[in-house]
């Protein structure tokens, strides 16, 4: 059974960037979780594809019973990971994947998901910032909140919790260290 890849690593650092091509590479190979929520389903989405929908006394229960990987509360409502839906992923014969922060990281170690640990780095805090900037996104209080984050990633990077770290500096040579890595051992 494939072992899942957790990725995480500083937001900018490039790991939707690095995953995209890793999916458009290898069409099918990779898959993510089903993730679980609280909020209403929009037009189309589907239960059990898009989101698995669950009514919040049902989401709380499965807190309760450790069920989660990791979850978090938005806007009112809850979404998290499952453990069960990682192991759907692998049971179909893909690789999931887990793009998550240190907390989560933290949780799927106390998990049997038997988990390989990528760190996606940034070449330099002053990189980061201009890549969050660059990119767009980020309001100013938001850029400040990242960049703190993305200290405490850095450092329990440093206290060697990851199988892997990847400084994604040239982009081309951090996708080859990140194949290396991911065929290396399934
Ligand atoms: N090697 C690289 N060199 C220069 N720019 C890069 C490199 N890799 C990614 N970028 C750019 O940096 C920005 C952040 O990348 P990306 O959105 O992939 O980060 P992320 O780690 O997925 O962030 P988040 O956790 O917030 O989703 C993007 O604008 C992307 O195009």
Known sequence: MPRPI?????????????????????PGKFGFSVSSTTRSPRQGEIDGKDYNF???????KMIRENKFVEWAQFSGNYYGTTIASVKQVSDAGKWCILDIDMQGVKSVKQTD??????????????????RLTGRGTETESSLAKRLAAAAAELEYAETGAHDKTIVNDDLDKAYGELKSFVFEEQ
């Open 54 to 60: 669950v009514t919040v006394e049902e989401f709380q």
């Open 6 to 26: 957790v990725f995480s690593g500083p937001s900018g650092a490039g790991k939707s960037t690095l995953l995209k091509k890793l999916f458009k590479e290898f």
């Open 113 to 130: 998901l038997n988990a390989r640990y990528v760190f996606i780095a940034p070449p330099s805090v002053n990189a980061l910032r201009e």
